[in-house]
């Protein structure tokens, strides 16, 4: 558990230049649209920046982001992120 939670902080928050945009975008979005919309939007926008970065494709996935580990990690610091910043900002 705490090797998780270590590569989370480490690929999914502090390596991860765009989970901040994320974040931004999840307060932002929430407080416009609510805290429902942020949760779709962040579960369908990483579908859909998979789709797009890779073609579907797990090797060319693992070309941009080096493994599909840290993908995962990667995607699920940007919808942590987003959604958290909401939660908090309705809160």
Request: charge should be positive; aromatic fraction near 16%; charged fraction near 15%.
């Amino acid at each position: 558990m705490i090797g998780v939670l270590k590569k989370l902080l480490k690929w999914g928050f502090n390596n991860n230049t765009w989970a901040w945009f994320h974040i931004l975008a999840g307060g932002l979005l929430a407080k416009l649209f609510g805290f429902w919309v942020v949760v779709v939007l962040a579960l369908g926008w990483e579908v859909v920046e998979f789709l797009l970065e890779s073609g579907g494709s797990f090797e060319k996935c693992k070309k941009t982001y080096g493994s599909v580990e840290r993908w995962a990690y990667d995607s699920i610091g940007d919808i942590i992120g987003a959604i958290v910043c909401a939660g908090i900002v309705v809160w």
